[in-house]
């Protein structure tokens, strides 16, 4: 027989308040003040309101040294947000080849698409991304999977304007 399963406990105005400001730090790449927190207890794969995680965070948002960090103290380079994305999808997105070599490093999915279908690649290629493009496919990207709208990297380029990696994945893909 199964237990049911048992209400979050409500946090308290100072436990919101504290963790706002860890994703605060982790926003601002605060790698000092989070490897501090990561070693008195502070759970690494915590999220916010949104879902994202503080490795989701910190690779969004440019901060090399704070990735390392968490990834150091057994961040999930596979957690996704509400939305279904990783934190190689929004590096990508973002155009941060550095990062993305970092979780690709630590183990992330080249390929681990959001619910939609769009995988790292899509989003590097939408945004004409093309060493990163590069990068991925190198790295096992498949640059003929397709979304959930039938929309392989190439066509998804293609709709967004992105010349140069749609040029770059006709090559690959013929």
Known sequence: MTKPAQPK???DDAA????????ESTRKGDATRLAD???RGLPA????HNGDSLLMLAAYHGHLDAARVLLAHGADPQLRNDKGQTPLAGAAFKGDLA????????DADVEGASPDGKTALMMAAMFNRTEIVEYLIA???NPHA???????PATAAAMMGATDTHALLSRITR
Request: aromatic share 6%; charged share 15%; proline share 3%.
């Open 9 to 11: 406990p409500e946090l």
């Open 16 to 23: 919101l308040a504290f963790a706002e400001q860890v994703f």
């Open 37 to 39: 927190l990561l070693g």
């Open 45 to 48: 794969n915590i999220r916010n």
């Open 99 to 106: 990062m993305v070599k970092l979780l690709l490093e630590h």
């Open 139 to 141: 790295h096992g990207a």
């Open 146 to 152: 397709a979304d959930g709208n039938g929309a392989t």
